[in-house]
């Protein structure tokens, strides 16, 4: 206080009352406004990663289109807008759900080239060379992205492939304004990126990026327009296939010119399962996702969370002793079903959850070391991205598409302009070593070519008494399954918005590493407490996944978008 005023003590204290009231009532406002504004969309809605992106997507549903042909656009123009995830030089998995009920799912997924094999990232005593498998050219699968898109939208498209392919092209020819959070990603990956393109690349320049920097990206602009004019073959084959395969020689990466014309996208059948009444349709291996989600949820099924509470110490014991061994049967029994049986069946019954869950008990944590894969007879830093998107017929489609770790392998494509994937690291390189995510894999994971590597995206729709209730998803490797769960729960048990139901934190557990890993504030002190005296180790850590979902609600779909980035919610 300045010299020469005086304040009596009670006036002094009032006034410091007064004020705490007044910020507490305005920070209430504030959240009461967030809450009863969350806008309500009758016509369609898109959630994704970037604004730029959902501008196409809501633009493209504007002219006509449906939820396919917006999911294309975006699936492109995220390529653009958003190269840490979005991707051509990738891959993926598809959920869909028409307005009348019919569902599918789309695998599009990377394979590996077909020189692959099962010890080549191992050194001459057997031991896991990380490095090989990650970054660079060694590390690319065949892409599947582009394939997965052409396939789609010759189902179920309705707009032309050109008109849903231009919004991208043009952002590339034309460029897109960086964010703050890009043009610092851009500044901090620029050594990596020089490393493994000593040739150029349109993600790097001599001074450092900055906030309201345009992004005009020539080469990728090129690759648009072929794709946009040719469509698939646009891609594997011609110009960019001569050149993606130029790069692979350059690097002594495996991928070849077979490899390209050879992949195709699969529709597979969805997983399907009931929960408290709702419908879950999702995805199907070689995604681990949809089985180890709807392994947890008949875990938890007989219990009641709601009552216990958001995150409360049962509530969380219960759900993190469910993903321990929920993690533990994928490292065993989990790959691709095209080169290995999935015991599906059993891992999706209730009786077998129940047995499975039978061994946990409340007075304190089991070591994930005294629990193995369940007996059965006869026997992803996080970047992926995520978007859902319903359109005004109630079509709906819930897209998740990665190059694996943050800009794939570093590897942009000279001459294309496109960054390629690191999902060669997904494979279980050795059986018991864990990958970049810390997830185990065994013989169902194994290295072999034209093989697709286990994924953990876990794209999904929900039903509520016939009729589509929420369309959910999200990045984060192995938190992808645990992110999407918690925010099911959330929603149908905790009776929270959608917007809250992504914004609260959240906790995840794998089997192994032993512990419990939790954003700040996820837990109580009391809980972490009372957890930790059980034999619990919480673990913290930054952000666990970026869930975009929708919700269909009596005035019409909500969005929610995760604030963790710069995911929005558009719609009109």
């Known amino acids: 206080m300045q010299a020469g005023?005086?304040?009596?003590?009670?006036?002094?204290?009032?006034?410091?009352?007064?004020?705490?009231?007044?910020?507490?009532?305005?920070?209430?406002?504030?959240?009461?406004?967030?809450?009863?504004?969350?806008?309500?969309?009758?016509?369609?809605?898109?959630?994704?990663?970037?604004?730029?992106?959902?501008?196409?997507?809501?633009?493209?549903?504007?002219?006509?289109?449906?939820?396919?042909?917006?999911?294309?656009?975006?699936?492109?123009?995220?390529?653009?807008?958003?190269?840490?995830?979005?991707?051509?030089?990738?891959?993926?998995?598809?959920?869909?759900?028409?307005?009348?009920?019919?569902?599918?799912?789309?695998?599009?997924?990377e394979k590996a080239p077909k020189l692959a094999s099962r010890d080549m990232y191992l050194d001459s005593a057997g031991n896991p060379i990380t490095k090989m498998s990650i970054y660079g050219?060694?590390?690319?699968?065949?892409?599947?992205?582009?394939?997965?898109?052409?396939?789609?939208?010759?189902?179920?498209?309705?707009?032309?492939?050109?008109?849903?392919?231009?919004?991208?092209?043009?952002?590339?020819?034309?460029?897109?304004?960086?964010?703050?959070?890009?043009?610092?990603?851009?500044?901090?990956?620029?050594a990596t990126l020089?490393?493994?393109?000593?040739?150029?690349?349109?993600?790097?320049?001599?001074?450092?990026?900055?906030?309201?920097?345009?992004l005009i990206q020539p080469e990728l602009a090129r690759t648009l327009k072929r794709i946009r004019d040719h469509g698939r073959y646009g891609f594997y084959n011609g110009p960019v296939a001569d050149s993606l395969v130029k790069e692979m020689n350059r690097g002594r990466g495996i991928v070849t010119k077979?490899?390209?014309?050879?992949?195709?996208?699969?529709?597979r059948k969805p997983v399907t399962a009931k929960y408290k009444g709702y419908g879950i349709i999702t995805m199907p291996s070689p995604s681990s996702g949809g089985i180890c989600l709807v392994q947890l949820l008949h875990s938890v099924a007989p219990y009641p969370l709601g009552r216990w509470g958001f995150n409360a110490d049962s509530t969380v014991q219960l759900i993190v002793e469910a993903e321990r061994r929920v993690y533990a049967d994928r490292s065993k029994y989990l790959g691709d079903p095209d080169f290995y049986?999935?015991?599906?069946?059993?891992?999706?019954?209730?009786?077998?959850?129940?047995?499975r869950m039978s061994t946990f008990t409340w007075d304190k944590a089991t070591p994930s070391s005294e629990?193995?894969?369940?007996?059965?007879?006869?026997?992803?830093?996080?970047?992926?991205?995520?978007?859902?998107?319903?359109?005004?017929?109630?079509?709906a489609v819930a897209i998740t598409t990665t190059l694996n770790n943050s800009y794939g392998s570093f590897v942009f494509v000279k001459g294309a302009g496109f960054l390629l994937n690191d999902e060669m690291d997904d494979f279980s390189a050795k059986a018991g070593s864990p990958n970049m995510y810390g997830l185990i894999g065994g013989k169902a994971n194994a290295i072999a070519p034209n093989k697709r590597m286990l994924s953990a995206m876990t794209p999904t729709i929900l039903t509520k008494n016939g009729k589509l209730f929420m369309v959910v998803g999200t990045p984060g490797g192995s938190t992808i399954i645990t992110s999407v769960f918690q925010t099911?729960?959330?929603?149908?048990?905790?009776?929270?918005?959608?917007?809250?139901?992504?914004?609260?934190?959240?906790?995840?557990?794998?089997?192994?590493?032993?512990?419990?890993?939790?954003?700040k504030t996820a837990l109580t002190d009391q809980v972490k407490q009372i957890l930790t005296q059980k034999g619990y180790k919480i673990t913290p850590r930054g952000s666990i996944g970026r869930v975009d979902a929708i919700l269909k609600t009596k005035k019409g779909y909500q969005g929610g978008a995760d604030p963790r980035g710069e995911d929005v919610s558009m719609g009109y």
Not at 86 to 93: L, P, S, T, Y
């Open 258 to 267: 077979t490899d390209l014309k050879n992949y195709q996208a699969v529709w």
């Open 194 to 214: 020089l490393k493994y393109n000593p040739l150029g690349t349109a993600l790097v320049k001599d001074i450092a990026w900055k906030e309201g920097d345009t």
């Open 5 to 109: 005023y005086f304040i009596p003590s009670f006036f002094y204290l009032a006034i410091m009352k007064l004020t705490y009231l007044t910020i507490c009532f305005l920070l209430f406002g504030f959240a009461l406004q967030a809450q009863t504004t969350q806008p309500y969309y009758k016509n369609g809605v898109v959630v994704c990663a970037q604004p730029e992106a959902a501008k196409v997507g809501v633009a493209i549903l504007k002219k006509g289109g449906n939820a396919v042909d917006a999911a294309v656009a975006v699936q492109f123009a995220l390529a653009v807008v958003y190269p840490v995830a979005g991707n051509i030089g990738g891959g993926g998995f598809m959920v869909y759900r028409s307005g009348k009920g019919k569902t599918a799912t789309l695998d599009f997924r």
């Open 488 to 519: 099911i729960l959330n929603v149908v048990d905790f009776k929270k918005s959608i917007q809250d139901a992504v914004t609260v934190p959240r906790f995840h557990s794998q089997w192994l590493p032993d512990q419990v890993d939790v954003e």
């Open 341 to 355: 049986k999935v015991p599906d069946k059993t891992l999706l019954s209730i009786a077998y959850q129940k047995q």
């Open 371 to 395: 629990v193995a894969p369940g007996k059965i007879p006869g026997r992803e830093d996080e970047e992926t991205t995520h978007f859902s998107i319903v359109d005004k017929h109630g079509n």
């Open 137 to 190: 050219h060694m590390a690319v699968g065949v892409p599947g992205s582009v394939a997965g898109m052409v396939k789609a939208h010759a189902r179920y498209g309705k707009l032309s492939w050109r008109k849903v392919v231009q919004p991208a092209l043009d952002l590339a020819a034309k460029g897109y304004v960086l964010s703050a959070r890009h043009a610092a990603e851009f500044n901090r990956n620029k």
